[in-house]
Nanobody, 124 residues
Framework: QLQLVESGGGLVQPGGSLRLSCAVSGFTLDYYAIGWFRQAPGKEREGVSCMATSDGSTYYADSVKGRFTISRDNAKNTVNLEINSLKPEDTAVYYC?????????????????WGQGTQVTVSS
């Protein structure tokens, strides 16, 4: 069964950090591009960070550059997102996604597989 399960979300104060993880089961992570997306209430979904399979090249939305870091552990079949210097505007549900193609998923917002999301709330 193909499954993506996010974890690591929660309530954090501005300036804090979180590490989101996405456990992948049912298929081998090596052959998939990975991505993290988020959607805040009343806003459109945003591609936050993505990583290609072919060369490991990464994409970061301008709003998160320098603060977010995407990574993958193919041996553990996990996808991670390190989030630092959190801001209230980072509050959203964060989703991981996997796609078997090399299309720019963070730009197209298209992906074959999606997780159920984990809530991140930044508030004092």
């Amino acid at each position: 069964q193909l499954q993506l399960v996010e974890s690591g979300g929660g309530l954090v104060q501005p300036g804090g950090s979180l590490r989101l993880s996405c456990a992948v089961s049912g298929f081998t992570l090596d052959y998939y591009a990975i991505g993290w997306f988020r959607q805040a209430p009343g806003k459109e979904r945003e591609g936050v960070s993505c990583m290609a399979t072919s060369d490991g090249s990464t994409y970061y939305a301008d709003s998160v550059k320098g603060r977010f870091t995407i990574s993958r552990d193919n041996a553990k079949n996990t996808v991670n997102l390190e989030i630092n210097s959190l801001k209230p505007e980072d509050t959203a549900v964060y989703y991981c996604a996997l796609d078997p193609t090399e299309q720019p998923m963070c730009i197209t917002q298209l992906s074959r597989y999606w997780g159920q999301g984990t809530q991140v709330t930044v508030s004092s």
